[in-house]
């Protein structure tokens, strides 16, 4: 059975302004044993996304108006209550880009890996402490035993990545949700603690929903990427796929912006333009005002999710086009 699916989930805020649509019928889906990227520009729903999967919706002002979050069969958002929770807590755990401001700043990172064991597992202080000494081991952090006693300020910015990971890795979840997990760290320290989430991801066979902007970042651990703008999927693939011929414009113009070593002094193209207000998102397809391929068809009709191959599918009307032009 599919681990987790997401089913034409739509998210609204109510806003003085006016109600913005930030989630507008997504659905995806991932396995156990898999790595799915959610990719897009700022603002394009991610993490609202993540946080109605998860539960954690800021209600209000947000607000869950239609679709199914199915893990395992089973629509999260018609759960009781306490139920819903005993999955978020045992079943699924969430990895956030800020681990300073995630993390107690005044409870040793011992103190705060235990405390998963003490309280859903019972376990006592001291058998507590040596599961965190494991954990951090696990996560490979030097010299666990010795700095199990430290605070959070003392770790350097990828070793708190890491101590965020030993947290969500504490009850074996069978899925995560990682949001811009390395986005605040520096290049190399990123790529290790990618490396890391993606071998601790295999080893326990989870499913892994890896969020960021950075198609750049996913390329080498992501099995399959899915695209948002303005709240919709615009084209999900295989990594591989994707990155060799993209079917939808924004897809190619997010590529296109990838910095590359063997470029260096090139031109990067960036995407002309800005991401939609979400209060007023263009009619047509929403990437119309900023696509260099956008005709008159696309401000009058939006793009369904048209089936591109097995298993790629591409919200443009001229996916065709793209295709042969890749
Ligand atoms: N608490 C909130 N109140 C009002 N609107 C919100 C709130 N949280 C999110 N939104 C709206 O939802 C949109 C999508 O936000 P989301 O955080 O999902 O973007 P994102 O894709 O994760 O972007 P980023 O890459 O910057 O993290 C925002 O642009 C905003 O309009
Ligand atoms: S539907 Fe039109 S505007 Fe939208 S991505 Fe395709 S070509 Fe561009
Ligand atoms: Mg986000």
């Known amino acids: 059975m599919t681990l987790l699916q997401v089913r034409d989930l739509h998210v609204e805020f109510r806003t003085r302004d006016g109600v913005a649509r930030a989630v507008n019928g997504v659905s995806w889906s991932v396995e156990a044993g898999e790595t799915l990227a959610v990719l897009g520009e700022s603002g394009s729903g991610k993490s ?19 679709g199914q979050v199915l893990f395992e069969g089973r629509d999260l958002l018609t759960l009781p209550d306490e139920e819903r929770r005993r999955i978020r807590g045992a079943r ?28 859903h597992q019972g376990l006592s202080r ?26 959070p300020h003392q770790f350097s910015g990828g070793m708190r990545q890491r101590i965020m990971i030993a947290m969500a890795l504490a009850l ?14 520096d290049v190399t320290v990123q790529a290790q603690v990618m490396e890391l989430l993606a071998d601790l991801q295999r080893e326990f066979n989870m499913g892994l929903i890896l969020i960021t902007h950075d198609l750049g970042v996913v390329a080498d651990v992501a099995d399959k990427i899915a695209v948002m703008y303005a709240g919709r999927i615009v084209e999900t693939a295989p990594v591989k796929e994707l990155y060799r011929a993209p079917a939808h414009p924004y897809t190619k113009g997010l590529l296109d912006s990838i910095p590359r070593l063997d470029q260096k002094g090139h031109q990067l193209n960036a995407i002309q333009g800005m991401p939609p207000n979400l209060l007023r998102i263009p009619p047509g ?13 696309c ?26 032009a890749g």
Not at 106 to 117: D, H, K, N, R, S
Not at 172 to 185: C, H, K, R, S
């Open 48 to 66: 609202v996304t993540a946080q109605a999967v998860m539960g954690i919706l800021d209600v209000p002002p947000g607000r869950i108006t239609g």
């Open 172 to 185: 074996e979840p069978d899925l995560i949700i990682a949001d811009e997990p390395t986005t605040a760290l």
């Open 92 to 119: 699924m755990a969430m990895i956030f880009q800020d681990a300073l401001s995630a993390l107690n700043p005044v409870l040793t990172v011992g103190y705060q890996l235990g405390e998963m064991f003490r309280v």
């Open 285 to 297: 397809c929403a990437y119309n005002p900023r696509c260099p391929m956008a005709r008159e068809t």
């Open 299 to 324: 401000r009058a009709a939006e793009p369904p999710l048209y089936d591109v191959a097995a298993r790629r599918a591409s919200a443009c009307h001229f996916w065709k086009e793209m295709c042969h």
């Open 126 to 151: 001291r058998e507590a402490k040596a599961r965190a000494v494991e954990l951090m081991d696990r996560v490979r952090i030097p010299a666990a035993k010795a700095r199990v006693d430290d605070f």
